[in-house]
């Protein structure tokens, strides 16, 4: 029976970033993936917002996706655009990209990180005791690990297997989403009618249209066919354009569910295993992606022993109420998509509201994942949220703070006096960089804060203290998050 420290089971983008996580640890990890390789039968998502960027940007990775996609300006309430392009971030918008481009680049990356793949396998079930975890494979082997962290998607074998509950709200509608060729040309652009929402598109290579339609009435749980494609398209523009050589069709809904419990002993989950939603405001890729970097190196020190296992309740602390203020927010936008006129008045309410600058400031913050503010306790404004990628000048010349990242270590930048804050007996584990920066601190929606003296930031990018001349708190801080000298 092989062994690894921690293995993911699914390797889609929340099981490949939390791989590349866990790698630039230097933990034994290995996937396993359902899949024969990494190719994704149809394009999914259709990208990510600026946190996302930004995450991607902190390992050192995001000119990978910039290169492939297009940036805009995709944040929407309703019909109405949240343009965030005066947030103080390099990345003021979203990335425009499809999935299974976002997982060829993801691929591409970990097998540079030497992740370990097994491909073609599924995980059928696993038994924990004491020391590890026993994980079953439908090829009939097992695989010994640690932990295994279940990013298997909705329908989670592991999140099933582990009796993890997960409550929330039934599906009221669906829609079909599928990648097929024509033989006579479809109208442009979004429709809205008294069902729902509806659009075909021609993709890049110009003979296939991705084509989404939503359902008359709510659909049934098995897959949909050409023949429930064709008949939904007729419903709406009273021809299905000559639909064949489908490549992909599948059905989504707005069903709304969140795992009442991010863990059960050595088995996690994240990502779509954890919380599922109606894809509107595109959020469910940068929740997953975003979950991985809040576990990663977390349970890396976990595996390692530098920290106890309790560490590993802070991912649920802090990730669960992102992921329920999230789906409060997909419900809102679902709801917003109805057709009804009297919906369609509170559209337009909502938009006069979201296009003055608090409320879209607010808005933006939300589904642009810039706002995320885990509770560390009283203190600065910047203490839980995202660290801004400041220009600092240092011994060694210029340094954007995202550089300090690439590496996932955590790192103490001291803006006071050189020498000033003394972490000796972390030196193995945290970076201390003294610094200058002369700008203005700045963060999305909240505005200009005050500087501090210095700052301690955890591999993730977010702030777990700051001084204020003094080094109080600190000591606390590094064995809180990084473990006792
Ligand atoms: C139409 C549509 C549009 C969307 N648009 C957006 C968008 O614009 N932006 C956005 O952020 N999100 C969007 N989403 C959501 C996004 O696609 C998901 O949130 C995202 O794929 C979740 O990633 P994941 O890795 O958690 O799960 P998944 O992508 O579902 O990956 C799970 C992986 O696990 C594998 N697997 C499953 N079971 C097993 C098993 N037992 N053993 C081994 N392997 C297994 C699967 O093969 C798969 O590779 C959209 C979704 C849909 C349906």
Redo the contacts with the bound molecule.
Sequence with gaps: MAKHAVVI???????MMLAAELALAKVDVAI????PNHVLVGS?????HSRTIEVLDQRGVADRFLAEGQVAQAAMIGATVLDMSDFPTRHPYSLGIW?NQIERIMAAWIAELLVRIYYG????GFAPDDAGVKVELSDGESLRAQYLVG???????IRKSAGIEFPGWDPTKSNL?AEVEVTEEPPRGIRHDATGIHGLHRLEDGRTVRVIVTEQQLGPSSEPTLHDLSAALITVYGTDFGIHSPTWI?R?TDMTRQAATYRAGRVLL????AHVHY?AG???????VQDAVNLGWKLAQVVKGTSPDSLLDTYQDERHPVAARALQHTMAQSALQRPDDRIKALVDMVSELASMDEPRKRLAGIISGLDIHYDLGEGHPLLGRRMPDLDLVTDDGPLRVFALLHEAKPVLLNFGEPGGVDITPWADRVQMIDAEYVGLWELPVLGEVSAPTAVLIRPDGYVAWLGDGKDTGLRDALITWFGAP
Excluded: K, M
């Design positions: 089971a699914g390797g889609g983008p929340t099981g396993v993936e359902r899949r999914r998502a259709g990208g990510f999935q396998c599924e995980v059928t990013c298997d998607g909705g329908r989670s074998v989403i599948a989504f994240a990502g779509d295993s894809p595109g959020q469910g890729l940068s929740l997953g």
